[in-house]
């Protein structure tokens, strides 16, 4: 079964940092499109950052410049660093894998709060 594992969420203050990471298995990673998306109370669930099974990346406005995602296919394991954090990044942040067409799959989240 498809198994995805999010880490390395916390509290961090302003201007800090933070690395995510996404364990995977029972699916074929390489082949597939991965991102990382987050929800806060009230709001709709949005998309971070993603990333093509050839490399290619995609950023939300509100990141770019501050977040990086990668990927490393050997260890099956999608990250997000997370620099110069402000407290608008506070959200439960999810890993998806999958076509953008399609349903995929999704971890159970790890909770990102930046206080001030």
């Known amino acids: 079964q498809v198994q995805l594992v999010e880490s390395g969420g916390g509290l961090v203050q302003a201007g800090g940092s933070l690395r995510l990471s996404c364990a995977a298995s029972?699916?074929?990673?390489?082949?597939?499109?991965v991102g990382w998306y987050r929800q806060a109370p009230g709001k709709q669930r949005d998309m971070v950052a993603d990333?093509?099974?050839?490399?290619?990346?995609n950023y939300a406005d509100s990141v770019k410049g501050r977040f990086t995602i990668s990927r490393d296919n050997a260890k099956k394991t999608l990250y997000l660093q997370m620099t110069n954090l402000v407290p608008e990044d506070t959200a439960v942040y999810y890993c998806?894998?999958?076509?953008?067409?399609?349903?995929?799959?999704w971890g159970q989240g790890t909770q990102v709060t930046v206080s001030s």
């Open positions: 029972g699916i074929l990673f390489s082949i597939n499109r």
């Open positions: 998806r894998i999958g076509s953008l067409t399609q349903d995929g799959h």
């Open positions: 990333i093509s099974a050839i490399g290619i990346t």
